[in-house]
C-alpha cells in the first residue's frame, strides 16, 4: 500500500492506545494486514521492470508529502506535546516499508535486513490495476477519517 494508508492506521491505533508497548506491535501488523489486501503502491511493477527505480523514488516522495500533510490534517487539533505518540505510531506503521526501500531503490539489501524483507514479500500483494488498488487505501482512509 501506499505510505498514507500504513501511517495513518498506525497513528489510529497510537491515538487510541497508551503505551507504546501496545500500540508499536500493532501498528507493524496492520501494515502488514493492509499489505496482503491487493493494492496499487509506488513499487508496483520495480521487480519486473515496468517501473523505473528513478519514477518509484519521486512518487514516494510525493506520497510520503501527502502522508505528512493527512497526519496534520486528522490530529492537528490535539496539543503539540500530545501528538508524539501519534507521529511515533505512525512511523511504525511505515517500518517494514523503510527496512525494505534500500533493496528497493537502491538494490542493496543489508544481511540483517533480509529476514524481515522476506516476511514483507509473503503478505505483500500487489496489482498493477491503479484504480482497484487505490480502492481499497481510500476505504482505509476514509475510515479512520471518521473513526477517529
Do not use: C
Not at 539489501?109 to 516476511?119: C, G, M, T, Y
Not at 514483507?120 to 487505490?134: A, D, R
Request: cysteine-free; proline content about 8%; overall charge neutral.
Amino acid at each position: 500500500m501506499l505510505s498514507v494508508p500504513h501511517a495513518l492506521t498506525g497513528a489510529y491505533v497510537a491515538s487510541k492506545l497508551p503505551h507504546p508497548l501496545l500500540y508499536i506491535p500493532l501498528a507493524v501488523a496492520f501494515h502488514y494486514l493492509e499489505d496482503w489486501i491487493p493494492h496499487w503502491d509506488v513499487g508496483t511493477g520495480l521487480s519486473k521492470g515496468t517501473r523505473k527505480r528513478s519514477t518509484a523514488f519521486k512518487l514516494e516522495l510525493i506520497d510520503l508529502t501527502i502522508t505528512v500533510g493527512l497526519m496534520y490534517l486528522f490530529w492537528h487539533t490535539e496539543p503539540q506535546v500530545l501528538q508524539y505518540h501519534i507521529w511515533a505510531g505512525a512511523f511504525a506503521g511505515l517500518v517494514p516499508d523503510f527496512i525494505e526501500a534500500p533493496r528497493n531503490f537502491l538494490k542493496w539489501e543489508p544481511a540483517i535486513f533480509k529476514p524481515f524483507n522476506d516476511v514483507h514479500g509473503k503478505f505483500h500483494f500487489s496489482t498493477p490495476n491503479w484504480v482497484v488498488g487505490l480502492l481499497p487505501q481510500i476505504v482505509v482512509v476514509l475510515m479512520i477519517w471518521f473513526l477517529r
